[in-house]
């Protein structure tokens, strides 16, 4: 579930992705060594806006790799001339999309090198100082839900502690940007605690594989291909949205990839795998689902027919 929130927000570090209602990280491109000093710094004060950091990494990623970017650009104006993108799953539309993504895996692991976990952590920081009421966070939820994260932490240990942030209201939703900070519902934690925890899960799978980053330099990829489109402004607006299929492609996949890690968290922590089933069951009530090429989620009854088959195995 993502948050449509009209907040006023302090600078993002990513796409506000990952949420609760993905496929690996592009060639693995989301394992970074939780090697990283994350201890609280005295002031974020001075640290680069996260943003600007993964945008500039991005640029001089693909400046070194012209040739990858001259093929993946010549790719892209070929899908939009045949097909103006009118027709969403034409092997040339998908081709252009498929550029994108291959062109932003070869560089992930150099971008996330430097747009380090220590920066994205100081970027949650920031964002949650700009981001919370004063009525958000009430003692008796904020401790539950720590409760719980701590839970989860304790069988799968990581460097990075995750952060959960309770929001004022009852809603039934949770989401992650990037860094340490988990953003629940007040609903979230009024669930029977099993499915709770498969929320919390789900969402810190996110933030260990470092999801919305990745998510983010898919976009900035295909923001520099339009770039170079530029002499042609209506080129240049279909390469962009090839850029947004691309990376909305790329965060259903990330949510497959949170189900899976997360239900692999639960039964670490003593909880049932099948609890990640029901709660996506109960989001899914008796709703008739649609999908869209721009989805950042796949359908919930995609999810659960995923994690039906990877059952046995899980199993065996």
Request: aromatic share 2%; glycine share 6%; net charge negative.
């Amino acid at each position: 579930m993502n948050i449509a929130s009209t907040r006023v927000t302090a600078s993002t570090s990513a796409p506000a992705t990952p949420g609760f209602p993905t496929a690996a990280p592009p060639n693995g491109a989301g394992k970074i060594a939780d090697t990283v000093d994350l201890s609280p710094p005295a002031t974020t004060a001075d640290v680069p806006r996260f943003r600007n950091l993964l945008r500039a990494s991005t640029q001089a990623h693909l400046a070194s790799l012209p040739a990858a970017v001259a093929l993946a650009l010549a790719t892209c104006e070929r899908s939009v001339a045949d097909v103006g993108l009118r027709r969403f799953e034409t092997p040339e539309t998908q081709a252009g999309i498929r550029a994108i993504r291959d062109l932003a895996a070869q560089i992930a692991p150099g971008v996330l090198a430097e747009a380090n976990r220590e920066q994205e952590v100081a970027e949650s920081r920031r964002f949650r100082e700009g981001f919370l009421l004063p009525t958000d966070n009430p003692p008796d939820l904020a401790a539950k839900g720590q409760a719980l994260m701590d839970r989860l932490e304790g069988s799968s240990p990581s460097a990075l502690q995750t952060k959960v942030v309770v929001l004022d209201g009852p809603t039934l939703m949770a989401f992650v940007r990037g860094g340490e900070n988990l953003y629940v519902g007040q609903d979230v934690l009024d669930l029977p605690e099993e499915e709770a925890a498969a929320i919390l899960a789900h969402e810190r799978a996110h933030l260990l594989e470092r999801h919305p980053t990745l998510a983010s330099i898919c976009t900035e990829v295909g923001l520099v291909l339009a770039a170079h489109a530029a002499g042609s402004p209506p080129v240049a607006a279909a390469i962009k949205q090839l850029g947004t299929l691309a990376t909305a492609g790329l965060q259903r996949e990330q949510e497959f990839r949170a189900d899976a890690l997360g239900s692999d968290m639960l039964e670490r922590a003593g909880y049932p795998r099948s609890a990640m089933t029901r709660v996506l069951t109960r989001l899914q009530g008796d709703r008739t689902e649609t999908s869209r090429p721009t989805d950042d989620h796949p359908l919930l009854s995609a999810r659960l027919r995923a994690l039906s088959a990877s059952a046995p195995a899980a199993q065996g």
